[in-house]
């Protein structure tokens, strides 16, 4: 698989998802500021807005397409709307996302109908879309963003876990059958990150009751999306398979694989399941 560490952003024409708020948004401005050429995508008019006048603040001119990302039809539409100006792209972000909460019992199934919707179908819909032009041109990058989550399956997360996790199956698989068109797959894997994707989230059971205690834990922790802007353009760059990021999802990507049965005994404690958030 080629190197890329003599990557250059300057004129490539990027496509992310999501952009409208948190990680999204700061890869967003993290691309213009390294002179790519922006195509940002959200279901929210907004929001996308708001991130295009932030980029074009920084001398960007951004391309806007709102879309579904779970929708097969509405996706379609947006691909081709982008392929009628670009004959192929050089990086797709597929990042967004939205997360639940709870235990399994107690989470309804159409909780998970939308995470799944959204989390797995909506980066297949990226890959699928934007990878065989990629393909044809032998060359670009794709990033899907995970979470430590994909590794890391905690109590009352199955939903979101279960969604993370197949992503990171898809983009390992993704990987090695791209390489062979000169490709790049990388997957994206944040730990606490303060986002609004807390505040947003569908929780169930006694989740319910914690969910202001969560969102204010990761205010707290501020540890902010730029770092995973970061680790977008540092995975693109030297072509990393895999790219956990803050200090708590780098530990348990180790401790996962270096001692997985700890790791299942120390979740499983009280005092583990505080730390928590």
């Known amino acids: 698989m080629s190197n890329k560490n003599n990557y250059r952003f300057q004129n490539k024409t990027a496509l992310i998802t999501g952009a409208g708020s948190g990680i999204g948004r700061a890869?967003?401005?993290?691309?213009?500021?390294?002179?790519?050429?922006?195509?940002?995508?959200?279901?929210?008019?907004?929001?996308?807005?708001?991130?295009?006048?932030?980029?074009?603040e920084r001398g960007g001119r951004?391309?806007?397409?709102?879309?579904?990302?779970?929708?097969?039809?509405?996706m379609q539409r947006m691909a081709g709307r982008v392929h009628k100006r670009h004959e192929a792209l050089d990086i797709v972000?597929?990042?967004?996302?939205?997360?639940?909460?709870?235990?399994?019992?107690?989470?309804?199934?159409?909780?998970?109908?939308?995470?799944?919707?959204?989390n797995v179908m909506g980066v297949v819909h990226g890959c699928k879309l934007f990878g065989q032009r990629m393909a044809d041109s032998k060359r670009g990058h794709i990033v899907n963003i995970a979470s430590a989550a994909g590794y890391y399956a905690a109590p009352d997360m199955s939903c979101y876990s279960a969604s993370k996790h197949a992503v990171m199956g898809l983009t390992e698989s993704l990987r090695?059958?791209?390489?062979?068109?000169?490709?790049?797959?990388?997957?994206?894997?944040?730990?606490?990150i303060n986002t609004n994707i807390v505040k947003v989230m569908r929780t169930s059971g006694h989740m319910t009751e914690a969910q202001g205690r969560i969102s204010s834990?990761?205010?707290?922790?501020?540890?902010?999306?730029?770092?995973v802007a970061e680790a977008v353009v540092s995975a693109i760059e030297g072509n990393r398979a895999v790219v956990p990021v803050s200090p708590e999802a780098w530990a348990l990507y180790a401790a996962k694989r270096l001692a997985p049965e700890v790791m299942d005994k120390m979740q499983s404690t009280k005092f583990f399941r505080k730390l928590m958030p």
């Open 27 to 56: 890869t967003a401005l993290r691309f213009a500021e390294l002179g790519a050429q922006l195509i940002l995508c959200d279901i929210n008019k907004a929001s996308l807005a708001e991130t295009a006048a932030l980029v074009t």
């Open 62 to 74: 951004p391309e806007l397409e709102q879309a579904d990302v779970s929708d097969w039809d509405d």
């Open 93 to 118: 972000v597929n990042n967004a996302g939205v997360a639940t909460a709870g235990d399994f019992l107690s989470t309804p199934i159409d909780n998970w109908h939308w995470v799944l919707g959204i």
């Open 176 to 192: 090695i059958e791209m390489a062979a068109f000169g490709v790049g797959v990388s997957a994206i894997c944040p730990g606490v």
């Open 217 to 227: 834990f990761y205010s707290r922790r501020n540890y902010g999306p730029e770092l």
